[in-house]
């Protein structure tokens, strides 16, 4: 019963704005971790945020720093990421992740379980 579906993404000009959702589906609940990631073509799935289900602490890799929030409402079963100041780097599918044993979080090979992605477009 367990799943995971990203939403949210569009086309967005620079600077702008963009809120993505990951209905976790019950992966909030038996989960040690949780990320975001994403993947432009022709290279390697990144990281971007990650978030601690026990506490909720989080941490973003450096090229989000600063312009990215994750978020989470347990009540709804949702993670969000909240994008702001978008540039077209940021260009790619947006994948949400899921760890359900304890251990490391530190990338992508840490996550077992992962969402279809919903892309993400920023261009003039």
């Known amino acids: 019963q367990e799943q995971l579906q990203e939403s949210g993404g569009g086309s967005v000009q620079p600077g702008g704005s963009l809120r993505l959702s990951c209905s976790t589906f019950?992966?909030?609940?038996?989960?040690?971790?949780m990320g975001w990631f994403r993947q432009s073509p022709g290279k390697e799935r990144e990281g971007v945020a990650i978030?601690?289900?026990?506490?909720?602490?989080?941490r973003y890799f450096n090229s989000v720093k600063g312009r990215f929030t994750l978020s989470q409402d347990r009540a709804k079963d949702t993670m969000y990421l909240q994008m702001n100041s978008l540039e077209p780097e940021d260009t790619g599918m947006y994948y949400c992740?899921?760890?359900?044993?304890?251990?490391?979080?530190?990338?992508?090979?840490?996550?077992?379980?992962w969402g279809q992605g919903t892309q993400v477009t920023v261009s003039s």
């Open positions: 019950g992966y909030t609940y038996s989960s040690y971790c």
């Open positions: 978030i601690y289900m026990n506490g909720g602490s989080t």
């Open positions: 992740a899921a760890r359900k044993s304890g251990g490391s979080c530190n990338g992508r090979a840490d996550f077992g379980y």
